[in-house]
Nanobody
Framework: QVVLVESGGGLVQPGGSLRLSCEVNGRTDNIYGMGWFRQAPGKEREFVAA????????YYASAIQGRFAISFGYAKKTVDLQMNSLKVEDTAVYSCAARRSFGVLDIPAMHDYWGQGTQVTVSS
């Protein structure tokens, strides 16, 4: 069992930055990868970024490429998402997820554990 808890969301002006953190609790030896996803009102959940638990390889959605960075925190206790140059269209509930089995990391349905989500609002 893996329990994920997100933090760090809030209100920020366009062009600003936020850092989200996903605390990873429980059994982590069977995690293949971790991802951040987001869902805006009236839209489907979409992939943002992912990191391979063992290799540290990272993957990004084209919409945030170059602006966001995913990384492990100390001792892999957290998976963080640094968000820079935020845009109004980045407004959404951001959730982290963990996948146990080998495979792609950009499909929400393939993940086994989810956090509760944290709201990010970009507005002037």
């Amino acid at each position: 069992q893996v329990v994920l808890v997100e933090s760090g969301g809030g209100l920020v002006q366009p062009g600003g930055s936020l850092r989200l953190s996903c605390e990873v609790n429980g059994r982590t030896d069977n995690i293949y990868g971790m991802g951040w996803f987001r869902q805006a009102p009236g839209k489907e959940r979409e992939f943002v970024a992912a990191i391979n638990w063992n290799t540290g390889g990272t993957y990004y959605a084209s919409a945030i490429q170059g602006r966001f960075a995913i990384s492990f925190g100390y001792a892999k206790k957290t998976v963080d998402l640094q968000m820079n140059s935020l845009k109004v269209e980045d407004t959404a509930v951001y959730s982290c997820a963990a996948r146990r089995s080998f495979g792609v990391l950009d499909i929400p349905a393939m993940h086994d554990y989810w956090g509760q989500g944290t709201q990010v609002t970009v507005s002037s």
